[in-house]
């Protein structure tokens, strides 16, 4: 059994991401959730892509192993307000450094990759933090120490 580590399969999927946009001249991006998982997103109709195209990212996503979904990627009519998603503004660059292949010894290391990903870690993040801004917290430390 292959362990894969979240870095690897972020590795992986931004490799298909880059493949896939330079195959079928669409961009895709990245969708993790809040329990690590990544999806494929495109900001496109699903008629607008071939089944060639999305069992192309259904292959790759079949390789992230536990930091997979089902492997269908989403399109913007799976969303009922897709361009409250796909024009969001914690949509960033990632940039996915470049990696040597174990298996050869030559250490040639692959390229770094960029990838649009958006990372969902908790619901309502973003309104917590419109809520309270940084000027008005009161930020607590506790400190631990073996004497």
Not at 58 to 84: E, H, I, M, Q, V
Not at 119 to 144: E, H, K, N, T, W
Request: a negative charge; proline letters at 5%.
């Amino acid at each position: 059994m292959i362990t894969i580590r979240f870095n690897d399969a972020l590795r992986i999927a931004a490799e298909a991401a880059s493949a896939f946009a330079e195959k079928y001249d669409m961009p895709v991006r990245l969708i993790r959730d809040i329990y690590g998982r990544i999806r494929f997103a495109l900001d496109r109709e699903r008629e607008a892509c071939s089944e060639e195209a999305a069992n192309f990212l259904k292959a790759y996503a079949a390789k992230l192993g536990p930091y997979s979904t089902n492997g269908t990627p989403l399109f913007r009519d799976d969303f009922a307000d897709a361009d409250s998603l796909f024009n969001h503004p914690d949509w960033h660059e990632t940039l996915v450094p470049g990696n040597v292949d174990d298996d050869d010894d030559d250490g040639v290391v692959g390229p770094e990759l960029v990838v649009a990903l958006l990372d969902r870690q908790i619901v309502g993040q973003v309104g917590c933090a419109q809520m309270y801004p940084a000027a008005q917290l009161r930020i607590r430390r506790v400190s631990f120490s073996m004497v």
